[in-house]
């Protein structure tokens, strides 16, 4: 049978819908007959916005699905990280977006400002569905007027996220991952015994050259030890697992012992063929992050410039609750926490030879 109709023609304005996109611009300023030339650009970028928050918000949902299934081979995770570069680069045309925005002066902004109460930023629901996918949980939000961000959004939208909030976002699954890999223990070798072993090497090693050196002054050789570290400081977290688990209960850390081990044991492995994937994967979530976090800072400073310390539209602290979000929405910390932990390659243990042969890149759903 012919299937010749498949591919039938068709035209560029029909198929990008573009009419439908350009008659889409409608200025209150214009209905009022007070006309303000900037109120198009202001709804443009933000209708830019929204299209480049659906794109972000179909690809997170592809990389959720992937990593929800009982398996995940290494395809799967090429995908994934092809697909969050993608997101990546999106990102960065949002962060490049505030420039175009940032050339309607503040007067400029003044001419409909008014007319556009009690609309707001905040009400973007696509944006609420990007952070929760993601990752970022109502409890670990700054507030909106000390009310519950969803708030401001219809009963079957607020139904949407709540039902989102309870399924496992991006990051959970990650950890969930992460959990399942079995690099930590094989044989005899047992990663974290011998990570602690390197640690204690490494600082005893770098204290001695500190202290014997003739070159710094008492005083510099106390900095440096300090900034050297110990045991007792940052180290003792992955030394010691109740104590990470007292950290998750305070609120400071996210995911679990196993989990921060696993992504330890992938970054300073790295190098190693089998570790890519791995390593891109949370590199790549660590550079979402970076981003978003990027974006709400240029955000707030935009909104400094344009407003000072007026209240938003949306009737939240304009400037200083959008700065708030920049220093406190940060999902993915515990990948960047990781860095911390890292120890030079020189000082890494080295992995038994059949150990390094054994590893392959299909991780095992089974949990302990």
Not at 59 to 73: G, P, Y
Not at 117 to 128: E, K, T
Not at 153 to 175: P, Q, T
Not at 200 to 228: C, G, N, P, V, Y
Request: hydrophobic content about 40%; some cysteine; aromatic content about 12%.
């Amino acid at each position: 049978m012919s299937t010749d109709h498949k591919y039938s023609s068709i035209h560029y304005n029909a198929y990008l819908q573009i009419d439908k996109i350009t008659d889409a611009q409608q200025l209150r300023s214009d209905g009022l007959g007070v006309h303000a030339h900037d109120e198009m650009l202001f709804i443009i970028t933000h209708q830019v916005y929204e299209l480049w928050f659906k794109q972000i918000n179909y690809e997170l949902r592809a990389v959720i699905s992937d990593f929800s299934k009982r398996q995940v081979n290494e395809k799967n995770v090429g995908i994934a990280v092809a697909r969050l570069e993608r997101i990546i680069e999106i990102m960065k045309l949002l962060i490049q977006q505030i420039g175009v925005m940032e050339t309607m002066t503040p007067l400029d902004f003044l001419d409909f400002r008014n007319y556009l109460f009690p609309a707001s930023g905040f009400q973007s629901f696509q944006f609420r569905e990007m952070e929760v996918m993601l990752g970022l949980k109502e409890n670990r939000r700054t507030t909106y007027n000390d009310k519950p961000y969803a708030c401001v959004f219809a009963d079957n939208k607020r139904e949407v996220l709540d039902n989102m909030e309870k399924g496992n976002s991006l990051l959970e699954l990650i950890e969930e991952w992460l959990e399942r890999t079995p690099f930590l223990e094989f044989g005899e070798f047992n990663f974290i015994e011998e990570y602690q072993k390197a640690v204690l090497q490494m600082l005893e090693k770098e204290k001695k050259a500190i202290l014997s050196t003739t070159i710094l002054s008492d005083e510099f050789k106390e900095m440096r030890l300090k900034m050297l570290g110990d045991t007792n400081s940052y180290f003792s977290i992955i030394m010691d697992e109740n104590k990470h688990n007292q950290l998750i209960k305070e609120g400071k850390l996210t995911i679990s012992y196993k989990a921060t081990l696993a992504a330890l044991f992938i970054n300073l492995y790295r190098d190693e063929p089998i570790l890519h994937l791995p390593f891109l994967l949370i590199s790549r979530l660590v550079e979402i992050d970076d981003h978003l976090t990027t974006w709400r800072y240029r955000h707030a400073q935009m909104v400094m410039r344009m407003l000072g310390k007026k209240v938003g539209t949306g009737g939240s602290s304009g400037h200083q609750y959008l700065a708030a979000t920049a220093a406190k929405h940060h999902i993915f910390a515990d990948f960047h926490n990781v860095s911390t932990l890292l120890i030079p390659r020189s000082e890494l243990p080295v992995l038994p030879e059949n150990f390094r042969k054994s590893l392959g890149f299909y991780f095992s759903a089974a949990k302990d």
